[in-house]
């Protein structure tokens, strides 16, 4: 193997390195965004539940008010 041979050879696994750790930082800024999407999947969940405990209220209140009578 000559020197130019060498250095491409070089040049090439420096492009495979970039190129992944291109990738492995793109996984970690998913990462970061992560706790932000399970934040509002948590507070859309909150809001679902109050949701159905007002609805549940309403019709026990509405059925109550039809069987008293």
């Known amino acids: 193997m000559n ?3 060498v250095l491409n050879e070089i040049h090439r696994a420096l ?3 970039r190129h992944e750790l291109g990738t492995i ?6 990462i970061r965004r992560l706790s932000y999407r399970v ?3 948590e507070q859309s969940q909150s809001w679902l ?3 159905w405990a007002m609805l ?3 019709c026990g209140y509405l059925f109550h008010g ?3 009578r």
Do not use: D, F, R, T
């Open 25 to 30: 930082q793109g996984e970690l800024v998913e």
């Open 56 to 58: 549940a209220a309403a």
């Open 49 to 51: 539940k109050g949701g």
């Open 39 to 41: 934040s509002m999947l």
């Open 3 to 5: 020197l130019l041979q």
């Open 66 to 68: 039809m069987y008293v």
């Open 15 to 17: 492009g495979e390195i």
